[in-house]
Protein backbone atom coordinates (compact mmCIF):
# COMPACT_ATOMS: atom_id res chain seq x y z
CA UNK A 1 0.00 0.00 0.00
CA UNK A 2 1.40 3.58 -1.02
CA UNK A 3 1.76 5.91 1.35
CA UNK A 4 1.25 9.82 1.76
CA UNK A 5 3.20 12.09 3.65
CA UNK A 6 2.35 15.16 5.53
CA UNK A 7 5.33 17.85 5.99
CA UNK A 8 5.19 20.67 8.33
CA UNK A 9 5.29 24.17 7.30
CA UNK A 10 6.37 25.60 9.84
CA UNK A 11 9.44 23.18 9.83
CA UNK A 12 9.80 21.52 6.34
CA UNK A 13 9.72 18.52 8.00
CA UNK A 14 7.82 15.46 7.31
CA UNK A 15 5.64 15.24 10.25
CA UNK A 16 3.53 11.46 9.68
CA UNK A 17 2.01 9.39 6.64
CA UNK A 18 -0.78 7.62 5.58
CA UNK A 19 -1.86 5.17 4.09
CA UNK A 20 -3.29 5.99 0.29
CA UNK A 21 -6.53 4.80 -1.04
CA UNK A 22 -6.82 4.20 -4.66
CA UNK A 23 -9.98 5.70 -6.58
CA UNK A 24 -10.81 2.15 -7.36
CA UNK A 25 -11.86 1.78 -3.80
CA UNK A 26 -14.38 4.51 -3.17
CA UNK A 27 -17.72 2.14 -3.90
CA UNK A 28 -16.27 -0.64 -1.13
CA UNK A 29 -15.54 2.12 1.27
CA UNK A 30 -19.00 3.74 0.54
CA UNK A 31 -20.47 -0.09 0.65
CA UNK A 32 -19.02 -0.05 3.76
CA UNK A 33 -20.21 3.25 5.19
CA UNK A 34 -23.91 2.29 4.32
CA UNK A 35 -23.59 -1.01 6.31
CA UNK A 36 -22.31 1.03 9.29
CA UNK A 37 -24.64 3.20 8.47
CA UNK A 38 -27.73 0.68 9.07
CA UNK A 39 -26.38 -0.15 12.65
CA UNK A 40 -25.89 3.19 13.32
CA UNK A 41 -29.81 4.00 12.89
CA UNK A 42 -30.80 1.03 14.71
CA UNK A 43 -29.09 1.74 17.88
CA UNK A 44 -30.99 2.35 20.67
CA UNK A 45 -30.94 6.62 21.24
CA UNK A 46 -29.43 6.09 24.82
CA UNK A 47 -26.65 4.14 22.88
CA UNK A 48 -26.00 6.70 20.01
CA UNK A 49 -26.08 9.49 22.98
CA UNK A 50 -23.29 7.71 25.20
CA UNK A 51 -21.37 7.43 22.02
CA UNK A 52 -21.28 11.08 21.49
CA UNK A 53 -20.61 11.37 25.25
CA UNK A 54 -17.40 9.39 24.93
CA UNK A 55 -16.64 11.79 21.52
CA UNK A 56 -16.82 14.17 23.93
CA UNK A 57 -14.73 12.96 26.48
CA UNK A 58 -11.77 12.04 24.14
CA UNK A 59 -11.44 15.39 22.50
CA UNK A 60 -11.84 16.62 25.55
CA UNK A 61 -8.73 14.22 27.09
CA UNK A 62 -6.42 14.21 24.13
CA UNK A 63 -7.10 17.59 23.13
CA UNK A 64 -2.89 17.96 23.63
CA UNK A 65 -2.02 15.55 21.14
CA UNK A 66 -5.30 16.92 18.99
CA UNK A 67 -3.11 19.96 18.63
CA UNK A 68 -0.36 18.32 18.04
CA UNK A 69 -1.71 16.89 15.09
CA UNK A 70 -3.44 20.02 13.63
CA UNK A 71 0.36 21.69 14.11
CA UNK A 72 1.68 18.73 12.43
CA UNK A 73 -0.26 19.37 9.37
CA UNK A 74 -0.58 22.79 9.03
CA UNK A 75 2.29 24.19 11.57
CA UNK A 76 -0.27 26.77 13.01
CA UNK A 77 0.45 28.29 16.36
CA UNK A 78 -0.28 25.98 19.28
CA UNK A 79 -2.82 28.32 20.83
CA UNK A 80 -4.91 28.17 17.05
CA UNK A 81 -4.99 24.61 17.50
CA UNK A 82 -7.08 25.41 20.40
CA UNK A 83 -8.65 28.27 20.09
CA UNK A 84 -10.05 28.21 16.46
CA UNK A 85 -9.83 24.15 15.72
CA UNK A 86 -10.01 22.33 19.01
CA UNK A 87 -12.81 24.85 20.87
CA UNK A 88 -14.94 24.30 18.14
CA UNK A 89 -15.04 20.96 18.19
CA UNK A 90 -15.99 20.67 21.20
CA UNK A 91 -18.79 23.10 21.08
CA UNK A 92 -19.96 21.33 18.07
CA UNK A 93 -19.88 17.89 19.86
CA UNK A 94 -21.86 19.21 22.54
CA UNK A 95 -24.23 21.04 20.13
CA UNK A 96 -25.23 17.93 18.00
CA UNK A 97 -25.33 15.65 20.73
CA UNK A 98 -27.90 17.85 21.89
CA UNK A 99 -29.80 17.70 19.01
CA UNK A 100 -29.47 14.25 18.62
CA UNK A 101 -31.29 14.04 22.15
CA UNK A 102 -34.22 17.07 21.71
CA UNK A 103 -34.47 17.31 17.77
CA UNK A 104 -38.09 15.71 17.19
CA UNK A 105 -36.99 13.57 14.23
CA UNK A 106 -40.84 12.92 13.75
CA UNK A 107 -43.40 15.79 14.31
CA UNK A 108 -46.94 15.90 13.00
CA UNK A 109 -47.48 19.01 10.98
CA UNK A 110 -50.39 21.33 9.67
CA UNK A 111 -51.21 21.32 6.25
CA UNK A 112 -51.31 25.10 5.60
CA UNK A 113 -54.72 26.76 4.63
CA UNK A 114 -55.98 22.99 4.07
CA UNK A 115 -55.49 22.16 7.82
CA UNK A 116 -59.06 22.50 8.66
CA UNK A 117 -60.03 20.56 5.53
CA UNK A 118 -57.30 17.82 6.27
CA UNK A 119 -58.83 17.39 9.72
CA UNK A 120 -62.00 17.87 9.28
CA UNK A 121 -61.91 14.35 6.53
CA UNK A 122 -59.13 12.49 8.89
CA UNK A 123 -56.52 13.05 7.29
CA UNK A 124 -53.14 13.75 9.22
CA UNK A 125 -49.45 15.06 7.94
CA UNK A 126 -46.23 13.81 9.69
CA UNK A 127 -42.69 14.66 8.69
CA UNK A 128 -39.84 11.88 9.71
CA UNK A 129 -36.50 13.88 8.83
CA UNK A 130 -34.79 10.29 7.88
CA UNK A 131 -30.58 10.56 7.08
CA UNK A 132 -29.77 10.71 3.80
CA UNK A 133 -27.81 7.87 3.88
CA UNK A 134 -23.62 8.66 3.27
CA UNK A 135 -22.41 11.79 3.43
CA UNK A 136 -19.06 13.04 1.72
CA UNK A 137 -17.24 15.70 3.55
CA UNK A 138 -14.89 16.90 1.23
CA UNK A 139 -12.45 19.71 3.21
CA UNK A 140 -9.83 22.57 2.91
CA UNK A 141 -6.52 22.40 4.43
CA UNK A 142 -6.92 25.49 6.79
CA UNK A 143 -8.79 23.98 9.54
CA UNK A 144 -8.35 20.06 9.23
CA UNK A 145 -10.08 19.53 12.50
CA UNK A 146 -12.67 22.03 13.03
CA UNK A 147 -14.55 21.59 9.48
CA UNK A 148 -14.59 18.02 8.73
CA UNK A 149 -15.30 17.38 12.22
CA UNK A 150 -18.14 19.81 12.69
CA UNK A 151 -19.37 18.85 9.60
CA UNK A 152 -18.87 15.03 10.88
CA UNK A 153 -20.56 15.06 13.73
CA UNK A 154 -24.01 16.85 12.80
CA UNK A 155 -24.41 14.36 10.14
CA UNK A 156 -23.38 11.59 12.10
CA UNK A 157 -26.18 13.20 14.87
CA UNK A 158 -28.78 12.99 12.15
CA UNK A 159 -28.09 9.51 11.44
CA UNK A 160 -25.68 9.49 8.62
CA UNK A 161 -22.45 7.61 7.60
CA UNK A 162 -19.10 9.86 6.63
CA UNK A 163 -16.70 9.35 3.91
CA UNK A 164 -14.04 12.30 4.87
CA UNK A 165 -12.27 13.40 2.02
CA UNK A 166 -9.32 15.51 3.91
CA UNK A 167 -7.27 17.71 2.05
CA UNK A 168 -4.02 16.31 0.23
CA UNK A 169 -1.76 18.98 2.76
CA UNK A 170 -3.40 17.41 6.14
CA UNK A 171 -3.71 13.89 5.93
CA UNK A 172 -3.23 13.35 9.55
CA UNK A 173 -5.99 15.26 10.59
CA UNK A 174 -8.30 12.43 8.18
CA UNK A 175 -7.06 9.33 9.99
CA UNK A 176 -7.44 11.29 13.59
CA UNK A 177 -10.81 12.01 13.20
CA UNK A 178 -11.74 8.43 11.97
CA UNK A 179 -9.96 6.60 15.22
CA UNK A 180 -11.49 9.00 17.37
CA UNK A 181 -14.77 8.17 16.14
CA UNK A 182 -13.60 4.43 16.13
CA UNK A 183 -12.09 4.47 20.06
CA UNK A 184 -15.82 6.36 21.25
CA UNK A 185 -17.17 3.47 20.43
CA UNK A 186 -19.72 4.51 16.63
CA UNK A 187 -20.04 1.49 14.50
CA UNK A 188 -16.82 0.52 12.69
CA UNK A 189 -16.95 2.08 8.97
CA UNK A 190 -19.18 4.74 10.06
CA UNK A 191 -16.71 7.78 9.80
CA UNK A 192 -13.91 6.76 7.12
CA UNK A 193 -11.29 9.15 5.80
CA UNK A 194 -9.86 8.37 2.63
CA UNK A 195 -6.48 10.06 1.04
CA UNK A 196 -4.68 9.79 -1.98
CA UNK A 197 -4.55 11.94 -5.13
CA UNK A 198 -7.98 11.66 -7.13
CA UNK A 199 -9.76 10.88 -4.63
CA UNK A 200 -12.10 14.02 -4.53
CA UNK A 201 -13.71 13.96 -7.79
CA UNK A 202 -13.88 9.61 -7.57
CA UNK A 203 -16.25 10.58 -4.43
CA UNK A 204 -18.45 12.85 -6.47
CA UNK A 205 -19.00 10.53 -9.00
CA UNK A 206 -19.69 7.88 -6.47
CA UNK A 207 -22.81 6.77 -4.77
CA UNK A 208 -22.66 9.11 -1.96
CA UNK A 209 -26.10 10.74 -1.18
CA UNK A 210 -24.80 14.10 0.11
CA UNK A 211 -21.68 16.51 -0.15
CA UNK A 212 -21.11 18.84 1.98
CA UNK A 213 -18.19 20.52 0.13
CA UNK A 214 -15.31 23.72 1.93
CA UNK A 215 -12.84 24.48 -0.54
CA UNK A 216 -12.42 27.16 -3.43
CA UNK A 217 -14.56 28.21 -5.51
CA UNK A 218 -13.67 26.75 -8.78
CA UNK A 219 -13.74 23.40 -7.43
CA UNK A 220 -16.68 23.99 -5.45
CA UNK A 221 -18.06 24.56 -9.24
CA UNK A 222 -16.64 21.67 -10.49
CA UNK A 223 -17.89 19.52 -7.38
CA UNK A 224 -21.51 20.80 -8.24
CA UNK A 225 -21.25 19.79 -11.95
CA UNK A 226 -19.79 16.32 -11.37
CA UNK A 227 -22.84 15.69 -8.49
CA UNK A 228 -24.68 17.18 -10.92
CA UNK A 229 -24.99 13.41 -13.31
CA UNK A 230 -26.47 12.07 -10.44
CA UNK A 231 -28.97 14.83 -8.69
CA UNK A 232 -26.58 14.63 -5.36
CA UNK A 233 -27.45 17.60 -3.48
CA UNK A 234 -24.60 19.40 -2.56
CA UNK A 235 -23.90 22.11 0.73
CA UNK A 236 -20.97 24.11 -0.77
CA UNK A 237 -19.01 26.36 1.42
CA UNK A 238 -16.91 28.02 -0.84
CA UNK A 239 -14.27 31.25 -1.05
CA UNK A 240 -14.80 34.91 0.79
CA UNK A 241 -13.62 38.48 0.50
CA UNK A 242 -14.99 39.70 3.70
CA UNK A 243 -15.52 43.52 4.18
CA UNK A 244 -15.08 45.52 7.55
CA UNK A 245 -16.22 48.70 7.68
CA UNK A 246 -15.23 51.51 9.93
CA UNK A 247 -17.40 54.16 11.16
CA UNK A 248 -16.58 57.07 12.22
CA UNK A 249 -17.90 56.47 15.66
CA UNK A 250 -16.44 53.31 16.29
CA UNK A 251 -13.59 52.62 19.12
CA UNK A 252 -10.43 53.09 16.74
CA UNK A 253 -8.07 51.28 19.14
CA UNK A 254 -10.53 47.91 19.44
CA UNK A 255 -11.09 48.35 15.88
CA UNK A 256 -7.86 48.25 14.95
CA UNK A 257 -7.03 45.09 17.61
CA UNK A 258 -10.26 43.27 15.82
CA UNK A 259 -8.57 43.80 12.88
CA UNK A 260 -5.41 42.49 13.39
CA UNK A 261 -6.89 38.95 14.67
CA UNK A 262 -9.00 38.81 12.01
CA UNK A 263 -7.19 39.55 9.51
CA UNK A 264 -3.54 37.54 10.20
CA UNK A 265 -5.47 34.27 12.09
CA UNK A 266 -4.09 31.13 10.36
CA UNK A 267 -2.24 33.57 8.07
CA UNK A 268 -4.90 34.84 6.60
CA UNK A 269 -6.01 31.25 5.02
CA UNK A 270 -9.57 31.97 6.54
CA UNK A 271 -12.43 31.70 4.31
CA UNK A 272 -13.85 34.09 6.40
CA UNK A 273 -10.52 36.40 6.95
CA UNK A 274 -11.03 40.24 6.63
CA UNK A 275 -9.79 41.07 3.10
CA UNK A 276 -11.12 44.08 2.45
CA UNK A 277 -10.97 47.35 5.64
CA UNK A 278 -13.06 50.61 4.47
CA UNK A 279 -12.67 53.16 7.27
CA UNK A 280 -14.45 56.46 7.50
CA UNK A 281 -12.24 59.11 6.22
CA UNK A 282 -12.41 60.50 9.37
CA UNK A 283 -10.70 58.02 11.46
CA UNK A 284 -9.05 56.73 8.42
CA UNK A 285 -5.40 58.11 9.62
CA UNK A 286 -5.70 56.61 13.40
CA UNK A 287 -6.96 53.56 12.46
CA UNK A 288 -4.76 53.04 9.70
CA UNK A 289 -1.48 53.80 11.78
CA UNK A 290 -2.59 52.01 15.17
CA UNK A 291 -3.49 48.55 12.56
CA UNK A 292 0.00 48.89 11.45
CA UNK A 293 1.71 49.36 14.49
CA UNK A 294 0.11 46.61 16.12
CA UNK A 295 0.78 44.32 12.54
CA UNK A 296 4.53 45.10 12.54
CA UNK A 297 4.10 43.91 16.14
CA UNK A 298 3.15 40.57 15.52
CA UNK A 299 5.81 37.77 15.93
CA UNK A 300 6.00 34.97 13.43
CA UNK A 301 7.41 31.68 13.17
CA UNK A 302 6.79 28.41 14.53
CA UNK A 303 4.44 28.75 17.14
CA UNK A 304 4.22 25.25 18.79
CA UNK A 305 7.30 25.94 21.50
CA UNK A 306 7.05 29.64 21.36
CA UNK A 307 3.57 30.75 23.08
CA UNK A 308 4.47 34.66 21.95
CA UNK A 309 4.62 33.59 18.42
CA UNK A 310 0.95 34.86 16.58
CA UNK A 311 1.25 34.26 12.88
CA UNK A 312 2.20 31.19 11.42
CA UNK A 313 3.06 29.90 8.03
CA UNK A 314 1.28 29.40 4.45
CA UNK A 315 0.65 25.82 3.87
CA UNK A 316 2.98 24.57 1.39
CA UNK A 317 5.29 26.18 -1.29
CA UNK A 318 2.66 26.96 -3.86
CA UNK A 319 0.56 29.39 -1.64
CA UNK A 320 3.90 31.09 -0.59
CA UNK A 321 4.26 31.83 -4.05
CA UNK A 322 0.93 32.84 -4.86
CA UNK A 323 1.06 35.35 -2.06
CA UNK A 324 3.86 37.19 -3.50
CA UNK A 325 2.03 36.77 -7.56
CA UNK A 326 -0.52 38.71 -5.79
CA UNK A 327 2.07 41.47 -4.62
CA UNK A 328 3.29 41.83 -7.64
CA UNK A 329 -0.83 42.47 -9.15
CA UNK A 330 -1.28 44.68 -6.23
CA UNK A 331 1.58 47.13 -7.20
CA UNK A 332 0.84 46.74 -10.76
CA UNK A 333 -3.29 47.88 -10.16
CA UNK A 334 -1.84 50.93 -8.32
CA UNK A 335 -1.60 49.99 -4.81
CA UNK A 336 1.09 50.82 -2.03
CA UNK A 337 2.17 47.80 0.06
CA UNK A 338 2.92 49.59 3.03
CA UNK A 339 3.98 46.70 5.53
CA UNK A 340 4.88 43.24 4.60
CA UNK A 341 4.30 41.71 1.13
CA UNK A 342 7.39 39.49 0.77
CA UNK A 343 8.57 36.28 1.95
CA UNK A 344 10.01 36.10 5.72
CA UNK A 345 13.89 36.34 4.82
CA UNK A 346 14.45 34.69 8.61
CA UNK A 347 13.09 31.42 8.59
CA UNK A 348 13.19 28.40 7.08
CA UNK A 349 9.67 27.59 6.61
CA UNK A 350 6.65 28.94 4.35
CA UNK A 351 6.20 31.92 6.32
CA UNK A 352 4.83 35.11 4.52
CA UNK A 353 4.95 38.12 6.29
CA UNK A 354 1.79 40.09 7.58
CA UNK A 355 1.15 42.77 4.19
CA UNK A 356 -1.06 45.96 4.30
CA UNK A 357 -2.03 47.56 1.28
CA UNK A 358 -3.37 51.25 0.63
CA UNK A 359 -3.98 53.31 -2.19
CA UNK A 360 -5.14 50.38 -4.56
CA UNK A 361 -8.16 51.65 -6.40
CA UNK A 362 -11.70 49.75 -5.08
CA UNK A 363 -12.29 48.69 -8.81
CA UNK A 364 -8.70 47.05 -9.36
CA UNK A 365 -9.62 43.73 -10.65
CA UNK A 366 -7.62 42.47 -7.54
CA UNK A 367 -10.16 43.74 -5.26
CA UNK A 368 -12.78 40.77 -6.83
CA UNK A 369 -10.15 38.01 -6.44
CA UNK A 370 -10.04 35.52 -3.28
CA UNK A 371 -6.74 35.89 -1.93
CA UNK A 372 -6.10 33.32 0.91
CA UNK A 373 -3.04 34.57 2.92
CA UNK A 374 -2.05 37.55 5.18
CA UNK A 375 -2.91 40.26 2.38
CA UNK A 376 -5.49 42.77 3.52
CA UNK A 377 -6.30 46.68 1.82
CA UNK A 378 -7.67 49.03 3.29
CA UNK A 379 -9.48 51.91 1.96
CA UNK A 380 -10.54 55.15 2.87
CA UNK A 381 -14.69 55.87 2.89
CA UNK A 382 -16.86 59.00 3.22
CA UNK A 383 -20.85 58.07 3.36
CA UNK A 384 -22.63 55.21 4.89
CA UNK A 385 -24.43 54.52 1.49
CA UNK A 386 -21.14 54.52 -0.37
CA UNK A 387 -19.46 51.88 2.33
CA UNK A 388 -22.50 49.44 1.62
CA UNK A 389 -22.10 49.94 -1.95
CA UNK A 390 -18.29 49.24 -1.52
CA UNK A 391 -18.52 46.35 0.52
CA UNK A 392 -21.40 44.62 -1.60
CA UNK A 393 -19.51 45.31 -4.72
CA UNK A 394 -18.11 41.76 -4.60
CA UNK A 395 -19.05 38.42 -6.36
CA UNK A 396 -18.20 36.86 -3.04
CA UNK A 397 -20.50 37.15 0.17
CA UNK A 398 -19.19 35.29 2.64
CA UNK A 399 -19.25 36.92 5.86
CA UNK A 400 -18.39 40.64 6.73
CA UNK A 401 -18.41 42.99 9.87
CA UNK A 402 -19.57 47.00 11.21
CA UNK A 403 -17.73 48.48 13.68
CA UNK A 404 -19.65 51.73 15.60
CA UNK A 405 -20.39 52.70 18.92
CA UNK A 406 -24.17 53.32 17.43
CA UNK A 407 -25.58 49.86 17.78
CA UNK A 408 -28.72 50.17 15.50
CA UNK A 409 -26.40 52.26 12.94
CA UNK A 410 -24.46 48.70 13.08
CA UNK A 411 -27.88 46.74 12.83
CA UNK A 412 -28.73 48.63 10.28
CA UNK A 413 -25.99 48.61 7.69
CA UNK A 414 -25.53 44.92 8.70
CA UNK A 415 -29.09 44.26 7.31
CA UNK A 416 -28.40 45.68 4.04
CA UNK A 417 -24.51 43.45 3.26
CA UNK A 418 -25.08 40.54 1.23
CA UNK A 419 -23.57 38.05 2.93
CA UNK A 420 -23.79 34.88 5.57
CA UNK A 421 -22.74 36.19 8.30
CA UNK A 422 -22.40 40.01 9.61
CA UNK A 423 -20.83 40.63 13.02
CA UNK A 424 -21.09 44.48 14.15
CA UNK A 425 -17.96 45.12 16.28
CA UNK A 426 -16.48 41.28 15.86
CA UNK A 427 -15.69 39.84 13.13
CA UNK A 428 -14.43 35.51 11.85
CA UNK A 429 -15.12 33.73 14.99
CA UNK A 430 -18.77 32.83 15.02
CA UNK A 431 -17.38 28.91 12.87
CA UNK A 432 -17.50 28.57 16.91
CA UNK A 433 -20.69 29.39 17.87
CA UNK A 434 -22.01 26.13 16.54
CA UNK A 435 -26.10 27.03 16.97
CA UNK A 436 -25.59 29.97 14.53
CA UNK A 437 -25.96 29.40 10.77
CA UNK A 438 -22.90 28.98 8.32
CA UNK A 439 -23.02 29.57 4.88
CA UNK A 440 -22.93 31.81 1.76
CA UNK A 441 -24.36 33.46 -0.59
CA UNK A 442 -23.09 34.21 -4.11
CA UNK A 443 -19.53 32.47 -5.73
CA UNK A 444 -19.04 31.61 -1.57
CA UNK A 445 -21.35 28.82 -2.11
CA UNK A 446 -24.78 27.25 -1.45
CA UNK A 447 -26.00 25.61 1.49
CA UNK A 448 -25.74 25.82 5.30
CA UNK A 449 -23.74 24.28 8.30
CA UNK A 450 -24.37 25.13 11.95
CA UNK A 451 -27.53 25.26 13.44
CA UNK A 452 -30.96 23.68 13.13
CA UNK A 453 -30.79 24.70 9.61
CA UNK A 454 -27.41 22.90 8.72
CA UNK A 455 -28.95 19.94 10.74
CA UNK A 456 -31.97 19.89 8.65
CA UNK A 457 -29.63 20.01 5.53
CA UNK A 458 -28.29 16.62 6.83
CA UNK A 459 -31.74 15.05 6.14
CA UNK A 460 -34.79 14.48 3.95
CA UNK A 461 -37.82 15.76 5.12
CA UNK A 462 -39.90 12.64 4.56
CA UNK A 463 -43.55 13.61 5.05
CA UNK A 464 -46.18 10.86 5.83
CA UNK A 465 -49.33 11.91 4.56
CA UNK A 466 -52.11 9.42 6.49
CA UNK A 467 -55.52 9.37 5.43
CA UNK A 468 -58.22 7.36 7.71
CA UNK A 469 -60.04 6.79 4.38
CA UNK A 470 -63.71 7.22 5.51
CA UNK A 471 -65.28 8.39 2.21
CA UNK A 472 -64.79 6.37 -0.66
CA UNK A 473 -63.53 8.51 -3.15
CA UNK A 474 -62.84 12.38 -3.17
CA UNK A 475 -64.29 15.07 -4.87
CA UNK A 476 -61.19 15.78 -7.06
CA UNK A 477 -60.93 11.99 -8.26
CA UNK A 478 -62.28 10.80 -11.53
CA UNK A 479 -64.63 10.36 -12.71
CA UNK A 480 -65.34 13.82 -12.51
CA UNK A 481 -68.93 15.72 -12.18
CA UNK A 482 -70.83 19.00 -12.26
CA UNK A 483 -71.77 18.84 -8.27
CA UNK A 484 -67.98 17.54 -7.57
CA UNK A 485 -66.74 20.24 -9.73
CA UNK A 486 -68.72 23.50 -8.08
CA UNK A 487 -67.53 21.93 -4.63
CA UNK A 488 -63.93 22.27 -6.04
CA UNK A 489 -64.66 25.61 -7.42
CA UNK A 490 -65.55 26.98 -4.12
CA UNK A 491 -62.93 25.15 -2.03
CA UNK A 492 -60.40 27.81 -3.47
CA UNK A 493 -62.51 31.09 -1.96
CA UNK A 494 -63.00 28.82 1.41
CA UNK A 495 -59.78 28.66 2.12
CA UNK A 496 -58.76 32.41 1.34
CA UNK A 497 -61.90 33.13 3.15
CA UNK A 498 -62.98 35.35 0.16
CA UNK A 499 -66.57 33.72 -1.18
CA UNK A 500 -67.95 30.38 -0.46
CA UNK A 501 -66.93 29.49 3.10
CA UNK A 502 -65.69 26.43 4.89
CA UNK A 503 -68.98 25.51 6.35
CA UNK A 504 -71.22 25.37 3.15
CA UNK A 505 -68.05 23.87 1.23
CA UNK A 506 -67.81 21.03 4.38
CA UNK A 507 -71.97 20.55 4.24
CA UNK A 508 -71.41 20.04 0.43
CA UNK A 509 -68.62 17.20 0.68
CA UNK A 510 -70.69 15.81 3.58
CA UNK A 511 -73.81 15.35 0.89
CA UNK A 512 -71.12 14.18 -2.04
CA UNK A 513 -69.64 11.76 0.21
CA UNK A 514 -73.20 9.95 1.31
CA UNK A 515 -74.08 9.88 -2.53
CA UNK A 516 -70.75 7.91 -2.57
P1 LIG B 1 -9.42 23.28 -2.71
O1 LIG B 1 -10.62 23.66 -3.47
O2 LIG B 1 -8.12 23.27 -3.43
O3 LIG B 1 -9.57 21.81 -2.07
C1 LIG B 1 -10.61 21.49 -1.20
C2 LIG B 1 -10.80 19.98 -1.18
O4 LIG B 1 -11.33 19.57 -2.42
C3 LIG B 1 -9.53 19.18 -0.96
O5 LIG B 1 -9.79 18.09 -0.15
C4 LIG B 1 -9.18 18.76 -2.37
O6 LIG B 1 -8.38 17.61 -2.44
C5 LIG B 1 -10.56 18.48 -2.94
N1 LIG B 1 -10.65 18.50 -4.39
C6 LIG B 1 -9.78 19.00 -5.30
N2 LIG B 1 -10.27 18.83 -6.55
C7 LIG B 1 -11.45 18.21 -6.43
C8 LIG B 1 -12.45 17.77 -7.36
N3 LIG B 1 -12.31 17.94 -8.69
N4 LIG B 1 -13.54 17.18 -6.88
C9 LIG B 1 -13.73 17.02 -5.54
N5 LIG B 1 -12.82 17.40 -4.63
C10 LIG B 1 -11.71 18.01 -5.05
O7 LIG B 1 -9.36 24.25 -1.45
P2 LIG B 1 -8.20 24.50 -0.42
O8 LIG B 1 -7.89 23.26 0.34
O9 LIG B 1 -7.08 25.20 -1.11
O10 LIG B 1 -8.92 25.49 0.62
C11 LIG B 1 -8.97 26.87 0.46
C12 LIG B 1 -10.33 27.32 -0.01
O11 LIG B 1 -11.36 26.86 0.86
C13 LIG B 1 -10.45 28.83 0.00
O12 LIG B 1 -11.05 29.26 -1.20
C14 LIG B 1 -11.36 29.11 1.18
O13 LIG B 1 -12.06 30.33 1.11
C15 LIG B 1 -12.25 27.92 1.15
N6 LIG B 1 -12.88 27.71 2.47
C16 LIG B 1 -14.20 28.01 2.64
C17 LIG B 1 -14.81 27.89 3.89
C18 LIG B 1 -16.25 28.23 4.11
O14 LIG B 1 -16.78 27.90 5.18
N7 LIG B 1 -16.93 28.86 3.17
C19 LIG B 1 -14.04 27.45 5.04
C20 LIG B 1 -12.66 27.15 4.75
C21 LIG B 1 -12.11 27.29 3.51
P3 LIG B 1 -6.80 17.72 -2.65
O15 LIG B 1 -6.26 18.47 -1.46
O16 LIG B 1 -6.37 16.31 -2.69
O17 LIG B 1 -6.58 18.46 -3.94
Request: aromatic share 8%; glycine share 10%; charged share 25%.
Amino acid sequence: MSKMQSVNPATLKVSGEVDTTDPSEVPGIIEGCRKAQGEWIDMPKRMRLACMDRLLDIIVDRADEIAATIHADTGKPRSECHSTEILTAIGMTKYARSLLKDFKFKERIKQGPMSMMCTFMGRRSYIEYQPYGVVAVISSYNFPIAIPFTETVMAVAAGNAVIIKPSSDTPLCGDLIQSIFEEAGFPKGLVRSVSGPGLGSAITSSDVDKIAFTGGTDTGIEVMKSAADKLVPVILELGGKDAMIVMEDADVPRAANGATWASFVNSGQVCVSIKRIYVQREVYDSFLRMYIERVRGLKQGNGWDDPDISVGPMINERELNRMTQICDEITSQGGRIVLGGRVNPNLDGYFFEPTVVTDLPVDAPVVSKEIFGPIVCVFPFDTEEEAIRLANDNPFALAGSVWTSDLERGRRIASRLRSGTIDVNNAVYTYGLPATPWGGRGMSGIGTTHALEGFRQMMHPHHIHIDKGGSRRDPWWMPYNKADSELIEDLGGAFFARRGGIVSCATRFLRTRKRE
